[in-house]
């Protein structure tokens, strides 16, 4: 494990969908090496867009079942 100095950014925001539901939204990026460049970083976010993409799509098809069975 190495001992170089790490930075973790994390940013969030909470919306209201209406209908009495909210959504949190964030974006973490943990254990970035000092000097990370711009590309690097970007490609962090992109992999994390995709993990979201996915969630985002298992979580509806989640609730959907959910409201459909009332379980």
Request: hydrophobic share 40%.
């Amino acid at each position: 494990m190495s001992d170089e100095p790490r930075v973790t950014i994390a940013i969030d925001q909470k919306l209201n969908m209406g209908n009495y539901e909210s959504a949190s939204v964030g974006i973490i990026l943990s254990s970035l090496p000092i000097g990370v460049t711009e590309a690097e970083i970007e490609a962090l976010l992109d992999t994390g867009r995709l993990a979201y993409d996915k969630m985002c799509t298992r979580l509806a098809a989640k609730v959907a079942a959910k409201r459909e069975t009332g379980r």
